[in-house]
Structures are given as structure tokens and as C-alpha cells.
């Protein structure tokens, strides 16, 4: 089992940082010297890593007798580094947004994988008011935990959808969504193809999902004349 210190050094701090908190965490309110001594580390080290500790909120002291007694601070104050990461990347999201380019691609065709792809696509997708999609397997409704949520919402809303599948996922839960229309075609399809506003996605979700997104608005509507002939003949 990974111990306590290689945890720590998964959340931010040095392997010596670990080392020092842990044992403050131990031996509670302590001056440096004798924590250096505790823990079999360089008296001078032992100061130096205090104080970075003390930067960032995990170390606390009072001086008693003229001397500095240090404690490790609460826990929860690991947080600390992650929400200042966090506030200084949502003020540069702004900063970067203002170099895009100003006009819209008339096309772009984008390769994702991985549940983060699946993601990209579910925002991707939620920007339009309506979607139709054929080879819909309910996969990524099953691998996202928080689609049934944003799916519900999105009816609530008039968000409407169309999908062709194969009958052997005819009781799939999705499908008692409101708002979502579905026919059946009993072809084998690994891959979903949907066609939303000027996009097209096709995705299939195995081991590894793999989305290309194609934005085309003649590529868009070539699909979408697909969809709605496979839609006549669907039952």
C-alpha cells in the first residue's frame, strides 16, 4: 500500500516536505532543531523546508523563550496550491480567448479520445437546440455519469433528439428520456454518426472512445439527408 509520504508528493509537496510535515503532524508544536533531529534530517534543510511549508499554509509557529515552535497546520490547507492553479487559469481563460480568431472557421475537422473527448462533444453538442444521430448504441450515456442529469435538464428545456438504433437496445434507460424519439434498424454499428447545426461527429466508445467532430455545413446537411431517408424506412 503507498504510504503517507509518496501521497503527499502526489499532492504537491517535495518527498523532504512530506518528510517534515508528517513529522510535525507526529510530534506536534516542535522547534526545528530538535524536529531536525527527530526525523534524521540536516538541521539548516530543516528550516528551509519549514518555511516553505509555512508559505504555503501548511506549517503554523509561535515564538516561546525567543525561539520559533513550529506545527503542521490543518490538512485541508493542501487545497491551498490547487485553488491559487485555479484562479490564476479562469483569469487567463479570458486573456486567451482574446487572441482566437475573431471569424469563424467555415471549416475544421478535430480528433479526441478519451472520456474528455466525450465531454467535448456533449458541449459541443448541447450549444444546438436539436440533434439527430444513427448507430446510437446508449454507450456514451453509460460512460459519462453525468449525462442522465444534463439530458433530463435539457428536455425540461425543448431540447429534442432523434436516433436511429439497433432494436437489441430497445430498453435501454436512455430512451425514457423526454423528448428523445427513437427507431430501430437492426444493423450492427460500432460507430455513432450525429449530425448537430453545421457538425457532424462520429464516436465509438470501446476500451478508449475516439470522437472526430467535422464542421462543415455541407458535410452537415449531405448527413443530415442521410439520417432522414434511414429515418423513413426505421421503424
Known sequence: MENLQEKLKKAGLTGNEAKVYLGLLKFGSINGSRLAKKIGMDRTLTYQLLNNLVEKGLVSYIIKEHKKYFESSDPIN????????ETFIRDLVPELKKIEQMEEKEQEINLYEGVEGMRTLMREIIKEKSFCSFGATGRAYDTLYELPRITKELARK????????????????????????????????EATTTIFGDKVSIHMIKERPIIIIIKNKDIANTYRNHFEFLWKIAK
Open 158 to 189: 425543448g431540447f429534442k433528439a432523434r436516433i436511429i438504433m439497433n432494436s437489441k437496445y430497445k430498453e435501454h434507460k436512455m430512451l425514457e428520456i423526454k423528448n428523445i424519439e427513437a427507431k430501430f434498424l437492426n444493423i450492427e454499428s
Open 78 to 85: 493542501l487545497l491551498n496550491s490547487i485553488k491559487k492553479k
